[in-house]
């Protein structure tokens, strides 16, 4: 998959469908049609994208072995395409090391987690 970024088109990796009890979910289930962060690596920001066949409350938060910041927090989103910013900041608002962090999405027991770099 690609995706296009402010800086022209680049790689995008595919997220992973899994259910509460960790089982892979077929691809056409689910609440989430899209679900996409670019550029990936990044630096100094990236954007979440996703798109909602149905309305609901949706919660994302970037992680690495602990959450690092909570981008959204059980918020009520409507159908349709969504995007959010992470700054590459944690919750404080201070600057995060370069690394591998993890985006966890969650909605109506769905999870889908997706693995971003930063490069500073």
Not at 57 to 85: D, F, K, M
Not at 86 to 114: C, E, F, K, N
């Amino acid at each position: 998959m690609r995706a296009e970024n402010s800086r022209g088109v680049g790689p995008s990796a595919t997220a992973t469908l899994t259910t509460r009890a960790g089982l892979p979910t077929p691809p056409d289930s689910g609440s989430v049609r899209t679900f996409t962060a670019a550029p990936n690596p990044f630096n100094p920001q990236t954007v979440v994208r996703f798109e909602l066949p149905e309305a609901g409350p949706v919660s994302l938060v970037v992680c690495n072995l602990e959450p690092v910041r909570t981008l959204l927090n059980a918020e009520y989103r409507s159908a349709g395409s969504h995007a959010v910013v992470w700054d590459g900041r944690d919750g404080q608002g201070h600057p995060v090391a370069s690394g591998v962090y993890l985006l966890r999405w969650t909605m109506q027991g769905q999870i889908i987690v997706r693995k971003i770099t930063l490069l500073r």
